[in-house]
């Protein structure tokens, strides 16, 4: 009795594993049918994919990689860096949580930057374990990035509201322009920052999003696929092409705010650190926020 | 690459092609392939609906303007003489452009690298080995059997029951290819094969049964 016990079970189990192969290896959502029916949709996404790749994402990120440097060299040789009093009284600005998640990202955005520059001339570099170690890397920063969106967006979103401010700022492109110390119209954050949170935030969500399609790019996806009414290989084209492009614009502003914040107006980058900014600093570049506080009775 | 119909190419004629499994699972033993890796596989279209019902055989189709080495950032593709497409691992980073370039799904991601990232990429190499030393072991090991040094057929094609599979310069496929259609009993012209003619024609079966 036993014996058939144990025979009719192993029948049953090769059984199943039959159905895993019919279902699971033969009918893949990426590989399977899905595949094969995406075929005649290839010019959609596949070959405005492959054209973007050879043509012109290289010369995106070199333009990318170039552009701050150069821009950033020039207005420190005419223009130079805005020197403030740091012996003067100093305002508050950042608290000890938001510090530790604005330079957590800041950490993983100085590896999640470089390496996605490497992997994107990887043919520069020759391929094989340095770049292999740069794609892995990319992987790794990512969740601690993730980790500080949430928290980054909740304390600031208030702040980074578009006002008239603003736009007297764009004018002027924030002063930047002259050595002149006159107050610029700005509130906690100034337009150049509000644009810099606009694109990091939401768009750091949609990196976030693309990469890790990517990342899973052969585990089963058909949610998120059948979400967007497309094929899942199409779903990972149009990822890699969003991927791309933003990743451009997302590397060019991280430049542009490494720049300030540590080049170009000296020592501001001590308020991450210790979370103060010098008065001075606040009353002429963020000059509503100073008259905010004045009135409030906090300076 | 002079001639562009001397290149060697694959083509799997739909109407032969039974459905057994037996290129995917020749494929995958002859290279000792890993688990979740399919080089060669069998798709089926309208399963189960008759009259409707397709299968067909596909791995990498080694195009001539191969679009996986066109958008790989690190350029690990090369193009053999004889049009065999083929890729370096050692370059290969696992980004998987390759494969969103690809029309037909052939790049397969191992997940051998840290947190389940991909490792290098591993398609069809219409069994002509890689860049190393040939039909060395480290070859074998990497890129699997090197058939066509030795003058063989791909293991696939040889394995094919029903003749389904073809492989050749793209001259003789499909020389081979318009002369079935003909012997199909579409051309009164053609020479009928007696024995596609059982298969395929009714009336012959009808024949036979007299």
């Given at each position: 009795?036993?014996?058939?016990?144990?025979?009719?079970?192993?029948?049953?189990?090769?059984?199943?594993?039959?159905?895993?192969?019919?279902?699971?290896?033969?009918?893949?959502?990426?590989?399977?049918?899905?595949?094969?029916?995406?075929?005649?949709k290839y010019f959609a996404f596949g070959e405005v994919f492959t054209y973007l790749q050879r043509e012109w994402f290289w010369k995106g990120f070199l333009i990318a990689l170039f552009l701050v440097p150069v821009a950033g060299s020039i207005h420190y040789m005419i223009i130079g860096p805005k020197v403030f009093s740091h012996d003067g009284k100093k305002i508050f600005a950042f608290g000890l949580f938001m510090?530790?998640?604005?330079?957590?990202?800041?950490?993983?955005?100085?590896?999640?930057?470089?390496?996605?520059?490497?992997?994107?001339?990887?043919?520069?570099?020759?391929?094989?374990?340095?770049?292999?170690?740069?794609?892995?890397?990319?992987?790794?920063?990512?969740?601690?990035?993730?980790?500080?969106?949430?928290?980054?967006?909740?304390?600031?979103?208030?702040?980074?509201?578009?006002?008239?401010?603003?736009v007297k700022w764009m004018m002027i492109v924030g002063g930047y322009l002259s050595k002149e110390k006159k107050p610029i119209p700005a509130g906690k954050f100034n337009a150049g920052q509000k644009a810099w949170f606009w694109i990091a935030m939401p768009g750091g969500i949609l990196m976030i999003l693309t990469g890790a399609l990517m990342f899973?790019?052969?585990?089963?996806?058909?949610?998120?696929?059948?979400?967007?009414?497309?094929?899942?290989?199409?779903?990972?084209?149009?990822?890699?092409?969003?991927?791309?492009?933003?990743?451009?614009?997302?590397a060019t502003f991280f430049m542009v705010h490494v720049y300030m914040a540590a080049i170009a107006i000296k020592g501001a980058i001590h308020s991450m650190i210790t979370g103060y900014k010098e008065e001075e600093e606040v009353a002429i570049l963020h000059s509503s926020w100073y008259r905010k506080l004045k009135e409030e009775g906090k300076v | 690459m002079e001639n562009i119909n001397s290149r060697l190419k694959f083509y799997c004629d739909a109407d032969r092609c039974i459905e057994c499994f037996a290129c995917v699972v020749a494929c995958q033993n002859a290279h000792e392939l890993p688990v979740g890796i399919a080089r060669r596989k069998v798709v089926t279209l309208n399963d189960g609906v008759e009259g409707k019902e397709t299968s067909i055989s596909i791995a990498c189709m080694h195009c001539s303007d191969a679009p996986c080495s066109q958008v790989c950032p690190v350029d690990c593709f090369y193009i053999r003489e004889d049009g065999i497409v083929l890729h370096d691992k050692e370059k290969c980073i696992g980004c998987g452009y390759c494969l969103y370039a690809c029309p037909f799904g052939a790049p397969q991601f191992p997940k051998d690298g840290v947190f389940g990232a991909k490792g290098a990429m591993d398609k069809c190499t219409m069994c002509a080995g890689g860049p190393l030393e040939t039909n060395s072991e480290i070859e074998r090991h990497t890129y699997g059997q090197n058939r066509i040094s030795e003058g063989k057929v791909p293991v696939c094609a040889a394995m094919c029951s029903t003749n389904a599979l073809m492989i050749g310069t793209s001259e003789k496929v499909s020389e081979l290819y318009r002369t079935r259609v003909l012997a199909r009993g579409e051309s009164k012209e053609a020479n009928n094969s007696y024995l596609w003619n059982v298969a395929y024609n009714k009336q012959s079966r009808k024949g036979l049964t007299q």
């Open positions: 009795m036993k014996k058939y016990r144990v025979l009719l079970s192993s029948l049953l189990l090769s059984m199943t594993s039959l159905y895993a192969i019919s279902t699971g290896t033969y009918d893949d959502p990426l590989y399977g049918t899905a595949m094969l029916n995406a075929i005649p510090r530790i998640m604005h330079n957590l990202a800041a950490l993983s955005f100085l590896v999640l930057v470089p390496t996605g520059f490497v992997m994107a001339f990887g043919d520069f570099f020759g391929g094989g374990t340095f770049v292999r170690v740069c794609k892995n890397l990319h992987g790794i920063a990512t969740p601690v990035f993730a980790i500080t969106v949430l928290p980054m967006i909740i304390a600031w979103i208030r702040d980074m509201i578009f006002n008239m401010d603003d899973f790019l052969n585990i089963n996806l058909s949610p998120v696929a059948t979400l967007f009414g497309v094929s899942q290989i199409d779903l990972l084209r149009i990822s890699a092409i969003i991927h791309n492009v933003l990743g451009m614009v997302v | -």
